[in-house]
């Protein structure tokens, strides 16, 4: 059994355009399908995030919003595994940032999971060898809805200097993304060994799963998010 969850972050021009074509294939295909919405969860939008011109960017908010949505919807599903859509080009980058920033401990939480962990639900990732052009041109061939939009605030992420960096040594040494891809996996017993799965805490906020005592970081980033419109609106 299947259910599909999508996560409506809250950004005009883009999530609003792809909802519709999920909603409707999820229809014709009899699959179960989940909406969740982060202005719903966190009470903000991303748009509206994206306006308060904050140190990080928007990304930084949304991909752990995105996570807390996708894992919480999953567990609330009964899912054994959440299947994410991240193919090789994505893994390829997250890979290389997390090297260049030394954040070893990261690499060693990426997925596929392996070890269940209480309120977690494993997240695997079928698509993570697949290059991104050829997921693209296996829904066209197959007359799949594709919904061909960048998000509006991706241009502010770090993501698509690493993104450039593969390309162009892709260009001159074809096959770069699989070993880096391929290099994680034959270093995840080491990373595993150096990193074992440690004892989680529950948010005092929202419970759920956490690593360190305290808040969780979706916890966290909303708390900021709300103190940076307080003081917009002091200032006006």
Same mark, same amino acid.
């Given at each position: 059994? /299947? ?9 005009? *021009?883009?999530?609003?355009?792809? /909802? @519709? ?5 999820? #229809?014709?295909? %009899?699959? =179960? ?25 928007? &990304? ?12 919480? !919807? !999953?567990?609330?599903? +009964?899912?054994?595994?959440? %299947? ?7 893994? %390829? ?17 990426? +997925? ?5 962990? =209480? ?6 990732? @079928? ?26 605030? #991706? ?18 040494? @074809?096959?770069? %993304? ?17 990193? @074992? !799965? #440690? ?6 906020? &929202? ?6 005592? *305290?808040?969780?970081?979706? &916890? ?17």
């Amino acid at each position: 059994r /299947i259910v599909v969850i999508t996560v409506d972050e809250g950004i005009v *021009g883009y999530r609003d355009l792809s /909802i @519709p074509m999920v909603e409707r294939y999820c #229809a014709e295909h %009899a699959l =179960p399908w989940v909406l969740t919405s982060v202005e719903e969860e966190q009470g903000v939008t991303m748009d509206a995030v994206a306006a308060l011109g904050l140190a990080e960017t928007p &990304c930084a908010y949304c991909g752990v919003w995105r996570r807390w949505s996708m894992n919480r !919807a !999953a567990r609330e599903a +009964g899912a054994r595994y959440l %299947a994410t859509g991240l193919n090789l080009d994505d893994t %390829a980058q997250s890979v290389l940032m997390n090297v260049c920033r030394g954040d070893v401990e990261r690499l060693a939480r990426f +997925g596929p999971h392996t070890r269940e962990q =209480p309120g977690l639900v494993p997240r695997i990732q @079928p698509l993570r060898y697949l290059p991104e052009v050829e997921s693209y041109l296996y829904a066209h061939l197959r007359g799949l809805p594709i919904h061909n939009a960048e998000c509006p605030h #991706a241009t502010r992420a770090q993501r698509g200097r690493y993104r450039k960096v593969i390309h162009d040594l892709q260009e001159d040494e @074809p096959g770069v %993304a699989h070993a880096l891809v391929g290099s994680l996996d034959r270093l995840r017993p080491a990373l595993e060994a150096t990193f @074992p !799965a #440690a004892d989680l805490s529950s948010c005092p906020e &929202c419970g759920e799963p956490v690593l360190r005592e *305290g808040l969780c970081k979706a &916890c966290a980033l909303r708390i900021v998010v709300k103190g940076a419109h307080t003081e917009r609106e002091v200032g006006q």
